[in-house]
């Protein structure tokens, strides 16, 4: 049976562009789990839930306190079950498909959930730079929807956000030594290979890869900060990209 | 060959206390190395490390720019080898000695290298709380070395340091609130068991462990403060530290 992938579309190539479902389309591709993608502009994802059932992920960060619902999901036909947040769906995916690539492999679970806080508060200030090409890149039903609802979180418009003049040059330093701790921790891994655990792909990756992607996607390859970013660290975030190509199918 | 184990002396129990240091004897007693640990006190370290060559582990944070030389370290007679830096003598621990449990089971070195960095952003301010109770702990001459060089560094007391008050209250339930992050990363273990890898211990428990036991010594086992931690979480704290009791040992 076909899973049911929930992603956000936009005008990017194959509509592909989100981060956070990235790790959820490396995980289903890794794993070879047919599924076919159900595309939700930003205002449908909260009824689509709701109706369905998929429980929101966390809560609103406007203060409301009301819950939040995120992609991905997923809806798998063999089970009849329906689950939101890419960690729990990879943890689920490694259990209900046990005869599968390992998402976590070695009963790492624990200790890769510590993984994604840790790699994104490394990550600095990324999101002030990536957040207009995201914005931009999006359907108009989604941009609109994406700009109002960060306005009533931050109080400033997306184009605000984005650091400027002197500012941008510290903030994306700051992300370039960012980066620089988490290739330290690549490297910890005793000459073994380029993944985390060595030669073995696993969660981690698809979480280091997930914004690395997103980040090429939005830029395009051809852009400063995607070459930057590639030229970085003797070009591991690049190569990391490229030896998950096989990965990047979009069903 | 018998290991020498460098470490801080104090006037809690047996010496010990410092959690950087522990990380590296529970590592040392749960491999079975034959070890004995050599006292320095702290205005000793920078000396020792410069006569004999051991690495500085990081840049002084005063500003200076000189080098940083910690404890712990090690020095093996069987290679010759002294190596500072609790990770790096663990990975040390782990080449040298490859007959022994490993510390970084299935090739996690990398995974591990990002986990004490993700502990630490969530242990808050309990350093405010930890630094008086450590300092008063010191023999004399390792207490007016650290009153003077902290003070150095951040412009402020020991005593200056510590939460008072509501503030206290405040930054205590912040403790709390970040245990408990870590909390749910060990719950993400599938339920296989009390460590992060399940019922295999490994680094992230050292470090867990190593910071939670120098909490217990500093504030004695019936202090308001280790009551307080041994209480969340479902007792978590306190039956990790139970359940490696038998790599207490100080030799």
């Known amino acids: 049976m076909t899973i049911i992938f929930y992603d956000i579309p936009s005008t ?6 989100s981060a956070n479902t990235w790790k959820t389309r490396y995980c289903l591709n890794y794993k ?6 159900e595309w939700v502009e930003y205002p449908d994802i909260e009824p689509l839930c709701k109706r369905v059932g998929i429980a929101p992920t966390s809560k609103k960060e406007d203060g409301s306190g009301r819950d ?8 798998d036909p063999s089970t009849g079950a329906y689950v939101s947040d890419s960690f729990a769906i990879a943890q689920y995916l490694d259990k209900t498909y046990p005869d599968t690539p390992r998402i976590f492999p070695g009963g790492t679970d624990g200790l890769q959930a510590a993984f994604e806080p840790a790699f994104r508060s490394n990550l600095g200030e990324l ?6 090409a995201e914005c931009v890149g999006l359907n108009p039903v989604s941009e609109e929807y994406f700009r109002r609802t960060r306005k009533e979180i931050g109080g400033k418009t997306i184009e605000e956000v984005v650091p400027k003049g002197e500012e941008a040059v510290k903030v994306w330093k700051g992300v370039e030594e960012g980066l620089g701790r988490v290739d330290a921790w690549y490297q910890k891994n005793d000459g073994k290979g380029r993944y985390l655990l060595g030669e073995t ?9 997930g914004y690395l992607i997103c980040s090429k996607i939005i830029w395009g390859e051809e852009s400063r900060e995607w070459k930057d970013i590639g030229s970085w660290h003797g070009g591991r975030w690049k190569a990391l990209i490229e030896s998950l190509k096989k990965y990047e199918t979009v069903n």
């Open 32 to 37: 070879r789990i047919p599924y076919k993608t």
């Open 12 to 17: 990017f190539p194959n509509n592909v562009w």
């Open 127 to 132: 999101w002030r730079f990536a957040i207009l």
């Open 68 to 75: 939040h619902y995120t992609l991905p999901a997923i809806y």
């Open 201 to 209: 792909l696993s969660w981690g990756d698809f979480v280091v890869a």
